[in-house]
């Protein structure tokens, strides 16, 4: 039983198997019908989707390839007057170049070429000497003049400043001015080639924005270079041109030469970068895109095409193609739209048909839900009318039981109570079932017997003060039945819950007052029952029942019936027995004088005597020492992986070496003479010396501070470190083993019986055996755990160990 569910151990497994294929045939068949018309309707769907994308694709194709070849003829016709206006400078140069005399021809033409040319931002010519005359459009929009005139050593730089109906409204000279046109790219490229020359993309430094250079070189009958007329193209129109194209809802269209660099882009600011003071053309894969990114890298692998790139799961379309055939430059142009611009009308018109044939199918479906929900709620019917039959019959069983214990209502009858319990446990399906029975002054409730289904196991004597759980006491007395189906979120419980059920491993409690004329004299409790519903309603029937059943024994009782552990220790002499070893055991070396120990402890040692008597040892038998009253302590670990990580908030350091150091320091601090580390297990023993009751004191103060360290260190990846701590108190033998460098050696059945401790106790947790916390109970504070069988000797009562006293 884990939480709420209940598993019902009497179920027949053929009528199980004949339910299953009655709800199939009830069931199955039109579900799965309406499972097939889905099917159906999706496969329609998707097989039409595929369809039309395939469609839509193939006419994104025809769409992208139109609005190309509108680019090509765009770049073309704005390129080419540029051009052209090159070659009409270039062949209206005089055969003097420029001297005085031809320049104002040429400076008139010029302005002329700029006006009807808007592409243009200026022409200019450069002859072999240094003279230059340039006509450039000003940031207002006028055309002015630079004019450089060399005569010998003499050099002038003039501009001539026009206003917008281009008369010159100023002359100034510029005596700074250094620039000389036979050191620029555009003259000595024209220079080196036959023909109109062009330059890459730069940044023009007056405007900042991106442009190029068409050149083109006059040379005389001796084949000289008479001058260089040149004509500097913006590219600004081109960005303005592509980011005016409708590509789909947010495709856009860019142009990149060789490099990789931008020289149309839809939006003009990302185009140009600043780097070491410098403006340059920006990079596509600069741009921090990382879709720009991924399709730069494509075309530089693949080349021109089509192609489809994923960027976070979304598909684009991509398509590159050469400019250099139409226009003599190695431009590319690039096309990136998303998929779902061509596609997406497809998948909303499938949606829209999901929907409608959704319509059908939610009808379809409502109707097989309404067949099914019948055939449940008569199957349900039946499936509880069938669970009630079998608990009235495991509860009139359990009443037939109970008719036939004739000691049930005998003073002083555990085995009657012990009978009880688990008549009740079995009946209900429950964990535990306990007996509670108030004292007097109804300030606690002590556990006369409480029986666990799982360990099988009895314990008895653990006591609810009101102190500890005021809430619960308060209710309990008012004589209400309690059922809480979560201890721990319930107020009237959760105390409870941190102080007993938690440490038993349980959840859920239901408590029935045991009534007599005086008031309520105990309570009947079901544990983890996992009833609900119709169950619930018969557990609380049951429970009830049973508490009239004891409201007889438990009003002849002035007190609490509880059977309470001896105590063992230095001022309490009374309550022990000797456990003297016999004359048949005078051979075993017992380390010092005889122990007084308690009954548990007493049947343990003489369990050890009849063994060592059934093997007929004498004076001779055993060279090992025999400590009979011994306490050993064993600290387990159950994550092999965390203790071997790293621990946390230390470098280089490992959990396992930083628990291991500790231990060793407080079991110096604590003068415990014997630790040793065996596989996954920490094992300290003391009270050779026969100093039983100090000994456990020790090992319980060490068990404490190892429980502390154990929490505080924990992986540094996460997590907390699985542990366990075990206590008990009994019979080791120690001998000295090995040959040369002999160790020490302690073993014997303390030893095992701790580490069986420290493997049942819930992790993070001290579990002590029923000997150590009779030597440990004056000092510290227990919580009792349950029961637990013990080899040769019977059941033992476990605790677990909280804190000081």
């Not at 050993?632 to 908030?649: I, N, P, W």
């Not at 002590?768 to 080899?791: I, K, N, P, T």
Request: net charge negative; hydrophobic share 45%.
């Amino acid at each position: 039983m884990r939480g709420d569910e209940i598993i019902d151990v009497d179920a027949d497994p053929t009528e199980t198997r004949r339910e299953f294929w009655r709800r199939i045939g009830r069931f199955g068949i039109p579900l799965g019908g309406v499972v097939l018309i889905v099917a159906a309707i999706i496969g329609i769907a998707f097989y039409s989707y595929q369809s039309n994308r395939n469609d839509a694709l193939s006419l994104s194709q025809d769409l992208i390839e139109t609005l190309d070849q509108r680019v090509r003829t765009e770049v073309q016709a704005y390129l080419a007057p540029a051009a052209h206006a090159v070659g009409t400078l270039a062949g209206m140069l005089p055969n003097d170049g420029l001297s005085p005399a031809g320049r104002p021809v040429l400076e008139k033409l010029a302005l002329q070429l700029l006006q009807d040319r808007p592409q243009l931002a200026s022409l200019y010519v450069g002859d072999p000497e240094g003279n230059f005359l340039m006509v450039q459009r000003s940031p207002e929009g006028t055309l002015d003049t630079k004019v450089i005139e060399h005569d010998g050593a003499q050099r002038r730089v003039t501009w001539y400043r026009r206003d917008r109906e281009g008369q010159v409204e100023a002359v100034e000279e510029d005596r700074a001015d250094t620039y000389d046109p036979r050191t620029r790219p555009w003259y000595r490229g024209a220079t080196s080639v036959d023909g109109l020359f062009w330059t890459d993309v730069y940044i023009f430094f007056t405007a900042q924005k991106p442009g190029l250079t068409a050149a083109r070189a006059v040379s005389g009958p001796d084949h000289q270079v008479l001058a260089v007329a040149g004509g500097d193209i913006a590219l600004e129109a081109l960005s303005d041109f592509l980011a005016g194209l409708e590509i789909g809802n947010s495709g856009r269209a860019m142009i990149i030469d060789a490099q990789g660099r931008l020289v149309a882009f839809p939006d003009p600011s990302k185009i140009v970068e600043a780097a070491n003071g410098e403006f340059r053309p920006a990079q596509l894969a600069d741009l921090g895109e990382p879709l720009l990114t991924k399709v730069y890298d494509r075309i530089r692998v693949t080349g021109d095409g089509r192609s489809i790139v994923e960027i976070d799961d979304r598909p684009y379309v991509v398509a590159a193609s050469s400019l250099a055939e139409s226009m003599a430059r190695n431009w590319s142009l690039v096309f990136v739209v998303p998929e779902e611009d061509f596609v997406g009308f497809v998948a909303a018109n499938g949606r829209r048909m999901l929907w409608m044939s959704g319509g059908i199918v939610a009808l379809a479906v409502g109707l097989a839900a309404l067949l099914a929900y019948q055939g449940l709620i008569a199957d349900r019917n039946a499936r509880m009318l069938g669970q009630r039959e079998r608990a009235l019959a495991a509860q009139s069983s359990a009443f037939e039981e109970l008719a036939s214990t004739a000691s049930l209502f005998e003073m002083g009858d555990q085995a009657g109570l012990r009978r009880l319990t688990e008549i009740v446990a079995r009946a209900l399906a429950a964990r535990r079932v306990s007996l509670w029975q108030a004292d007097d002054r109804r300030s606690e409730i002590v556990c006369v017997d409480c029986f666990d289904q799982e360990t099988k196991g009895h314990t008895t004597g653990a006591e609810i003060r009101r102190a500890e759980c005021p809430e619960l006491l308060e209710v309990l007395f008012d004589g209400d039945e309690l059922t809480v189906k979560d201890a721990a979120r319930d107020p009237r419980t959760a105390r409870l819950a941190a102080v007993y059920l938690n440490a038993v491993g349980c959840r859920s409690l239901l408590s029935a007052p045991i009534a007599s004329s005086s008031g309520v004299v105990g309570f009947v409790w079901i544990e983890d029952g996992g009833t609900t519903g119709r169950r619930q309603v018969d557990a609380e029937s049951f429970a009830r029942t049973i508490a009239h059943m004891m409201s007889v024994r438990f009003a002849k009782a002035s007190g609490p019936e509880t059977v309470r552990p001896a105590v063992v220790s230095a001022a309490s002499g009374a309550a022990v027995t000797d456990a003297v070893l016999p004359a048949a055991a005078e051979g075993l070396q017992v380390a010092g004088p005889a122990l007084r120990t308690s009954s548990i402890s007493s049947e343990r040692n003489r369990a050890l005597l009849r063994q060592i008597s059934a093997r007929g040892l004498n004076d001779d038998g055993l060279q090992a020492k025999v400590f009979p009253k011994a306490t050993a302590l064993v600290l387990r670990f159950f994550d092999d992986l965390a203790m071997a990580a790293s621990a946390d908030g230390e470098q280089r350091v490992g959990v396992i070496e930083r628990i291991v150091a500790a231990f060793q320091e407080i079991a110096e601090r604590q003068q415990v003479r014997y630790v040793k580390i065996m596989t996954d297990q920490i094992v300290a023993v003391e009270g050779f010396d026969q100093a039983a009751h100090q000994a456990a004191i020790t090992l319980g103060e060490v068990a404490l501070a190892l429980q502390d360290e154990c929490s505080r260190s924990s992986p540094r990846q996460g997590g907390r470190l699985e542990y366990a701590i075990g206590l008990d108190t009994g019979t080791v033998i120690g001998s000295a083993v090995g040959f040369g460098q002999t160790a020490y050696n302690v073993w014997g059945e303390a030893v095992r019986l701790a580490s069986t401790m420290a493997t049942t106790a819930r992790r993070g947790t001290i579990q002590v055996s029923e000997a150590s916390y009779e030597q440990l109970r004056e000092r510290f504070v227990f919580r009792r755990s349950g029961g637990f069988y013990v080899e040769q000797v019977g059941e033992m009562t476990t605790y677990v160990l909280r804190g000081r006293l």
